[in-house]
């Protein structure tokens, strides 16, 4: 089947505009994760949901980010008033649970560029 | 809490050689998983292998397979007979059983030399 899609692959953007960056995981993954990768850095986690439970947001470096998942499926990660250090790839993984041995599947992630 | 460390910043190894990829990593729960991911230079991050703290074998995956040493707490990457096409990033990662954070380490980017 389909593996995680995140789209766009590539956004340039305006220091101070808001962004979307949606991330739609593989069909029946329960778990979903948004990590940001700083160039030639290792992932920082965001942002978790599982099923319907109320996401942990313990990740999210700033009250500019929020992310919401809709109908326990697509989410959306959304950056407001957008700053240069908000530059990075996102990437959005998903797995069937959220177990220590679950794997996640990663897509292939969202390249911002704040200018 | 929880940390992974990976200390090797650049490998190279020679085609069809084997590598040893570290990683060390802390926990106080008795019960996690450790991963490794490669991540080419288009960017996608692709699973590789899983051990589980309670198992007794190592895992093996094809080329890779995990050289686990709990009681020192190391989970090393082995390649063996590289290729031209493992040159990438590798992060070593653990999540604790029961929970959903995934700690990634700084990863080690390998080089295959032809």
């Known amino acids: 089947g389909a593996g995680v899609s995140q789209s766009p692959s590539n956004k340039v953007t305006e220091k101070g505009k808001d962004v979307e960056l949606r991330c739609d995981p593989i069909s029946g993954h329960t778990a979903l994760y948004w990590y940001r990768q700083s160039l030639g850095q290792g992932l920082e986690f965001l942002i978790y949901?599982?099923?319907?439970?109320?996401?942990?947001k313990s990740g999210l470096p700033s009250d500019r980010f929020s992310a919401e998942r809709t109908g326990g499926s697509v989410s959306t990660l959304t950056i407001q008033r957008t700053q240069q250090e908000d530059s990075a790839v996102y990437l959005c993984a998903s797995s069937f649970g959220s177990g220590g041995q679950e794997t996640q599947y990663f897509g292939p992630g969202t390249r911002l560029l704040v200018l | 809490a929880q940390k992974i460390t990976q200390t090797q910043p650049g490998m190279f190894v020679q085609e069809k050689e084997a590598v040893t990829l570290d990683c060390t990593y802390d926990?106080?729960?008795?019960?996690?998983?450790l991963f490794w991911y490669k991540q080419p230079s288009s960017g996608e991050m692709i699973f590789l292998i899983y051990q589980g703290s309670y198992d007794q074998q190592n895992a093996t995956e094809g080329r890779y397979s995990l050289n686990f040493q709990k009681a020192r707490k190391s989970a090393n990457l082995v390649i063996s007979a590289s290729q031209l096409g493992d040159s990438a990033m590798y992060f070593c990662a653990m999540r604790e059983t029961g929970g959903f954070k995934t700690i990634f380490g700084a990863g080690t980017r390998l080089f295959v030399k032809a």
């Open positions: 926990t106080s729960d008795p019960s996690y998983g």
């Open positions: 949901f599982q099923g319907n439970s109320a996401p942990d």
